[in-house]
C-alpha cells in the first residue's frame, strides 16, 4: 500500500521524458513571431509598442494550443498517465518556449517605449487566446488535415480578430485594437479553458456520473 502512495505523488519520469519530446517545432517558431514585432519597432526606433504588445499576446497565446498537439495520442492511450496529465505536462513545455518569445517581447517594449508599458490589456488578450486556443485544439479530432496545434493556433488568431471586427459594428464585444484591460476576454479565456479541462478527460470518464 505503502508503495502505491509514493508512486502517486508525481508523474512517472518516463511520461516527462516521452511527452516533453512531442512538443513540436512550430512552437519556436511561434516564439519568435511573438518577438518579432516589438523587436522590429525597437530597431526602427519606435516609441509607441502598444500594438506590437498586443500581437505578441496574441500569437503567443495562441499557441497554447500545441500541449493538445499528440501524434502518439493512439499509443499512448492505454498508459496509465491520464490525458489531462499528459496535456499539462506538455502544455509546461510549450508555455517555457513561448514565454521565452514574450519576454523578450516585454524586455523590448521595456527599453524602448517613451512611457510605462501598460501589461493589464495585452495580458487580458493573452488568455483570450490561450483559452480559445486550448478548446480548439482539445475539441478537434486527430484526423484533420492539420495538427491540433496548428489548426487551433490559426483558430484562436482569426476568431479574436474578427470579434474584434465584429466590435466595430456592435460595441459590447471585446476588441485588440484597445489596450486597455477589459474583463470580457477574461470571460472568453475561462470558457475556452473549461471546455479544455472537459474535454481533456480520458475518453472511458466522460459520463454524466
Given at each position: ?44 526606433s519606435?516609441q509607441?509598442?502598444t ?9 503567443a497565446g495562441a499557441?497554447?494550443g ?16 491520464p ?7 506538455r ?17 523590448a517594449a521595456?527599453s ?11 495580458l487580458s488578450?493573452l488568455?483570450?487566446a ?35 471586427a ?7 464585444l ?24 472537459v ?8 459520463t454524466?456520473r
Open positions: 500500500m505503502h508503495a502505491v502512495s509514493v508512486t502517486r505523488r508525481a508523474p512517472p519520469r518516463d511520461a516527462v521524458v516521452v511527452t516533453s519530446r512531442t512538443v513540436p517545432a512550430a512552437v519556436a517558431v511561434l516564439a519568435a513571431v511573438t518577438a518579432a514585432p516589438a523587436v522590429v519597432t525597437l530597431v526602427r519606435g509607441d509598442f500594438m506590437a504588445l498586443q500581437a505578441a499576446a496574441i500569437v499557441g497554447a500545441f500541449a493538445a498537439d499528440d501524434q502518439a495520442a493512439n499509443v499512448l492511450a492505454s498508459s496509465p498517465t490525458l489531462l496529465a499528459r496535456r499539462a505536462l502544455a509546461a513545455g510549450v508555455v517555457v518556449v513561448l514565454a521565452g518569445g514574450l519576454c523578450i517581447a516585454l524586455a521595456w524602448g517605449s517613451a512611457r510605462p508599458v501598460a501589461l493589464a490589456g495585452p488578450v488568455a483570450a490561450a483559452g480559445t486556443s486550448l478548446a480548439l485544439a482539445s475539441a478537434g479530432g486527430p484526423d484533420g488535415p492539420l495538427t491540433a496545434g496548428m489548426s487551433s493556433a490559426m483558430g484562436s488568431v482569426l476568431g479574436l480578430l474578427t470579434v474584434s465584429l466590435a466595430e459594428r456592435w460595441t459590447r471585446p476588441t485588440v485594437a484597445s489596450p486597455a484591460f477589459d474583463r470580457r476576454w477574461l470571460a472568453v479565456a475561462a470558457a475556452g479553458m473549461l471546455t479544455a479541462l474535454r481533456s478527460r480520458d475518453p472511458a470518464s466522460r454524466l
